[in-house]
């Protein structure tokens, strides 16, 4: 009678398929089969869906898996984790964990790392765990300071639509608009006196380099000058004038006797009064003065 018949084949199938069902379950929740039970514990007062099997990570790096989770019915708020950890992650003392729940209702465990210098927790040590607040929790907390602002948020409008509604706003933009058309004229003649500057300014700088060089040339023609000759013929031209000063006003010579003899002024006056007095009587009568006859008769 031979052993493996097909019923025990069948049944050997069979069990084999479980025990690969029973490890695939096991890979696919992240667990291993051989990890041993000296783990850490996370203790919670409110899991929110965190469940045996849920990843762990750190940094973003899965780290581990949730072994199993334990409630204490006579200390509903302490509610304890069991973790499997990568050997090769060392927790430090400050170390922390916190639930975190995606849009889609995925929850995981994110470890918050204390510092490496600190002591290292030996296997089996607790640590805290809390539940990270998303979006709704913050928006809830919110929620309070919103409500307060609501009746500062209406006042608001209404002063908007009041401010909206004033005729004096359509007359302020129109001038704006004018403004803009001002600024724009404005910036277009910028544009333009910055073309013709530009155009400008280079042959004014040309005109601006040759009176340097005549004014270099002017100064070098200053410095080739004799100044001391030149003064001593100024100092001279002086001592002539005061020379013929003093003999304008020297009562000797004869400038300075026609300058300052009164008598002579008094003469020379008299002389001028006669000669102009003798002119009168020559025009009123010049046949006193002249005496022409035609045919050689004297006229008497």
Do not use: W
């Not at 608009?177 to 155009?199: D, F, P, W």
């Not at 000063?245 to 008598?263: C, E, I, K, V």
């Amino acid at each position: 009678m031979k052993f493996f018949t097909k019923e025990v084949k069948i049944a050997l199938v069979a069990i084999l398929a479980i025990i690969v069902l029973f490890i695939g379950m096991h890979f696919l929740k992240g667990m291993s089969l051989f990890s041993s039970n000296e783990g850490y514990y996370i203790r919670f007062n409110d899991i929110s869906g965190l469940s045996a099997s849920s990843p762990i990570y750190a940094n973003g790096y899965r780290v581990g898996v949730v072994t199993s989770i334990n409630y204490d019915y006579s200390n509903p708020d302490c509610i304890v984790a069991a973790v499997d950890l990568d050997p090769q992650l060392q927790l430090h003392e400050g170390s922390h964990a916190e639930i975190v729940s995606d849009f889609i209702g995925n929850v995981k465990l994110e470890l918050r790392l204390g510092p490496a210098t600190s002591r290292v927790l030996a296997k089996g040590d607790t640590i805290d765990g809390e539940v990270q607040k998303g979006l709704m929790d913050k928006a809830a907390q919110m929620m309070p300071q919103v409500e307060a602002m609501l009746p500062k948020l209406d006042t608001i409008l209404v002063s908007l639509q009041t401010l909206v509604s004033d005729p004096a706003l359509a007359n302020t933009l129109h001038h704006t608009e004018e403004l803009t058309a001002s600024l724009n004229t404005t910036a277009r003649q910028l544009s333009q006196l910055t073309a013709r500057l530009n155009r400008e300014v280079p042959q004014m700088m040309t005109k601006a380099e040759g009176i340097l060089d005549n004014t270099q040339t002017l100064t070098g023609n200053l410095s080739q000058l004799d100044l001391q000759a030149t003064m001593q013929r100024v100092d001279q031209t002086l001592a002539n004038v005061q020379q013929l000063t003093a003999a304008l006003n020297s009562p000797r010579g004869t400038m300075g006797m026609l300058l300052n003899d009164a008598r002579l002024y008094e003469n020379i006056t008299a002389t001028m009064r006669d000669v102009d007095s003798l002119l009168i009587d020559f025009k009123a009568h010049p046949r006193r003065y002249i005496n022409v006859s035609v045919f050689g008769k004297k006229d008497k």
